[in-house]
């Protein structure tokens, strides 16, 4: 049934292991039994505070972003980007699954990368590309990148439902998945489909945050916008999946364009202990690049002209 690790059935509901066959009682046992092997039970918020140690910063690329991020994305939690077509969501993903391998003292975690894309846009030539420009060897990288296409919602999430072994063999330290909602969204139409989507898609994010947290990994997430038309004022869009994706996001940024060319704004929209903030960083062949003192200038002269 997809739990081929003690890790990831200790992060199990009773209801999950339902359809096997095994009474609820017999399956909170199991659970319990797992639990207890891997020491998860009741704990005193200062071993909280040592547990908070254990979580790792997985850098974005860019200084800035990582500093608004307080130190990179962190493991264990899920960072959600959305935004607008062509803003970098799927870019970041692609830099993050170069980021995560390098060691610490650089900003990566020496792990590996798995990568659900449901919209067929993961391109080894940016991989390629990001990887020279860090001095890293291409091929190698892409060895430590696992790839899968979800071709239906429903398919997606039995990715993510077998993945645990995939993540344990190969040390995965990074879980995307690229776009999180789009296939939701174009399958599940109409009002009286809302509460069944909600329903999958909360599922689906808690397997995802339950991965993340058994195997110390950053969990990434992208999604889409949807125009507010009853808005006036400020941004006049939202993300897709409303309360159980923002809820489940423990991070939520956005990210839109600034004017045209390579530049792109990413605003802290909530995170559980971070302020709000925004920054600036730029796509470009190289991958994500904070821009340099030199281009701000030149953008303020051009303005004030
Ligand atoms: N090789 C490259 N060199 C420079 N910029 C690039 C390169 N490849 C992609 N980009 C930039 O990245 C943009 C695409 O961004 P990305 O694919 O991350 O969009 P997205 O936010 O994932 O959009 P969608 O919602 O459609 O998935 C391009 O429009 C371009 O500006
Ligand atoms: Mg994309």
Redesign the pocket.
Known sequence: MGFHTIESLAMATARELEPAGISEKKAFSIIEEARSNIGVSFIRADELLEMRKSVLRLTSGSKVIDALLDGGLETQTITE?Y????????????QLCVNVQLPPERGGLNGAALYVDS?N?F?T??IV?MSKHLGLDPVQVAKNIIYAEAYTSDHQMFLLDHADQVIKENNVKLIIV??LT?HFRSEYIGREMLAPRQQRLNKHMHKLIALARAFNAVAVV?N?VMAKPDVFFGDAVHPIGGHIVGHTSHTRVY?RRAAHG?VRIARLVSSPYLPEGEEIFK????GIEDVSEEEKQDKQKSRGR
Request: proline share 3%; net charge negative; aromatic share 6%.
């Open positions: 980007f935004g607008e077509y062509g803003t970098g969501k799927s870019q970041i993903c692609h919209e846009t391109r030539e940016r590309q690229d776009s789009a992208t889409q990210l390579p796509v470009t062949e190289n």
